[in-house]
C-alpha cells in the first residue's frame, strides 16, 4: 500500500482462478482515502495479465530518478 498525496493505492494478489466469474486473475488495486477505511474503490484487475504467467504478491515503489512509480 503506498500514500500518493492523500489517496491510498492498495496491490493485492488475490487467490482466486481465471474463470467466468474472475477473468482478469489474482491481480487487482483498489484506492481510499484512508488506510484503515472500510470503503476502497477498485482501480484495476488483471494487472501484468498480459506479460506475466506467474507471481506472487506485489511489491509497489518509488523511483529515485523520475516522478513515477514501479509496481
Known amino acids: 500500500m503506498i500514500d500518493g498525496d492523500g ?9 482466486r482462478s ?3 466469474e474472475a ?3 489474482k491481480s487487482g488495486s483498489e484506492t481510499s482515502t484512508s488506510p484503515t ?7 484495476a484487475e488483471g494487472i ?6 506467474q507471481g ?3 511489491l509497489v515503489y518509488r523511483s529515485h530518478t523520475e516522478e513515477k512509480w514501479y509496481l
Open 7 to 15: 489517496v491510498y493505492y492498495r496491490f493485492a494478489k488475490i487467490e
Open 18 to 20: 481465471r474463470s467466468g
Open 23 to 25: 477473468p482478469h486473475g
Open 37 to 43: 477505511g472500510k470503503r476502497w474503490t477498485p482501480l
Open 48 to 53: 501484468g495479465l498480459e506479460t506475466m504467467t
Open 56 to 58: 506472487e504478491g506485489p
